[in-house]
């Protein structure tokens, strides 16, 4: 539409913005708050009346063990009445030029309608997991083992809670990384005056060893009994002991609450204890996680070392053998990737460079092969790539090999992660 306007906040545009969210959501709460800077805020304008909107939360994300800026996309909203016009599909376009401006390497959101963001290249991430265990299956004791405290926990200890959260989140691929900040953000937001969250630490023979955080659900689907959901648990050491002193302790805020839901995958420590009680997960429904990678080059240079670390062990093991480059065809982006002994670099190229080794890749698998979700090889077996010649798939696999992918995040603390991504 020629009359169809795309540009970035202005002051004056707070209540157009939040009538929109209130009209595409159907809630009269809806609103588009806490705003990052202006830049990061998108708004369609159509005949001087604002018709969409949708904003990006900049944010820091583990991704290969490897901390990369991002950013969370809020869903778009369009006017009902002006839907159907193409405004959804011009302000992701402005999101999509906005995160490569900014480098913001991958992009993430919660969705309902996968398949729109689809057509702009982001991925569904897989299946959401929850694990609900029961109070009756915790037994009836109360005490906790030797040497184990919980306590609320302390805002003169953030510090330590964001050691903590860095050292488990390296192991996971989309795990929002913590900071002091972060923690600061956290303990805000639990003790706000509010009986519904809250942040524990657990003490092991008095030294801080993990914390779990979440809310009391008072709105839960009928015939359900009331639950804890747990939003983020980490442990330095995990044993059935602990586990099921701190789910039993979670549950004695109030008798009425008798199960406590984990509605996030966690390590694997943790999900093996719960299972072997004979907890089983189920899919929760609701919406759609989804992924997109803004910048072919750009997120292979960021990591290169752990691209290469794969290369590596896989050119050691075919002594004689060297890794040969390879062009990266994104959709029409083409990169090619030089392979050295324990780094990867990419460089753009133009579409008409020949290369002798070539892999031709949707976008949307482009993701799920950068985070580990499917191999090279799982992408060509399906048609979502096309590699030539096929020779140098096992070098694409041992690249890009499969990884745990947990995202993780609480979207309005992005502002945590702003002085680290240098942006006011």
């Known amino acids: 539409m020629d009359n169809l306007i795309v540009r970035t906040f202005d002051p004056g545009d707070e209540q157009g913005v939040n009538e929109v969210m209130r009209k595409a959501f159907k809630s009269p709460n809806a609103n588009a708050y806490p705003f990052p800077p202006s830049r990061f805020i998108v708004v369609a304008e159509l005949d001087g009346a604002i018709v969409g909107h949708t904003t990006l939360r900049p944010m820091m994300f583990y991704v290969a063990g490897k901390k990369i800026p991002g950013n969370v996309l809020h869903m778009v909203a369009t006017d009902p009445a002006q839907q159907k016009k193409g405004i959804g599909h011009a302000v992701l376009d402005r999101v999509i030029e906005i995160s490569e401006r900014e480098g913001q390497l991958v992009s993430v959101l919660e969705t309902p309608v996968p398949r729109f963001y ?16 029961s109070k009756a299956s915790l037994g009836e004791s109360k005490d906790l083992p030797p040497g184990m405290e919980i306590a609320d926990g302390n805002k003169d200890h953030v510090q330590v809670y964001a050691g903590l959260r860095e050292r488990f989140a390296r192991q996971f691929t989309l795990f929002a990384a913590g900071n002091v900040e972060y923690f600061q953000r956290i303990y805000e937001f639990v003790n706000n005056g509010s009986i519904v969250n809250f942040f524990h630490e657990i003490r092991l023979n008095g030294k801080i060893a993990g914390y779990v955080g979440g809310s009391r659900d008072a709105d839960v689907k009928e ?17 059935d002991g602990i586990l099921v002193a701190i789910l039993r302790h979670l549950l004695s805020f109030d008798d009425e609450f008798q199960a406590v839901s984990i509605n996030f995958p966690v390590s694997k420590e943790i999900e093996a204890v719960l299972l072997a009680r004979g907890v089983k997960s189920r899919d929760p429904g609701g919406n759609k996680d989804m992924v997109r ?19 590596s062990a896989l050119v050691k093991q075919r002594k004689g053998t060297r890794a040969e480059d390879i062009a990266i065809d994104v959709d029409g982006q083409r990169v090619l990737v030089q392979c050295g002994k324990e780094t990867c670099k990419a460089a753009k190229i133009d579409g008409t460079v020949a290369v002798k080794n070539q892999l031709s890749i949707i976008r949307n698998a482009f993701a799920w092969m950068v985070l580990g979700i499917k191999t090279p090889s799982d992408l060509v077996k399906s048609g979502a790539a096309r590699c030539n010649p096929a020779s140098i798939l096992p070098q694409l696999d ?24 240098g942006i006011k």
Do not use: C
């Open 118 to 133: 689809g057509l702009k290249g982001w991925e569904i991430i897989g299946d959401r997991k929850e694990l609900v265990i």
């Open 223 to 239: 015939g359900e009994p009331l639950k804890v959901t747990i939003r983020e648990i980490v442990l330095d050491q995990v044993s």
């Open 293 to 311: 990678v803004n910048s072919v080059d750009g997120v292979i240079n960021a990591l290169g070392s752990e691209i290469g670390a794969g290369l």
């Open 398 to 421: 041992a690249m890009f090999p499969k990884r745990l992918v947990v995202l993780n995040y609480y979207p309005n603390f992005y502002q945590a992660h702003l002085k680290e991504m």
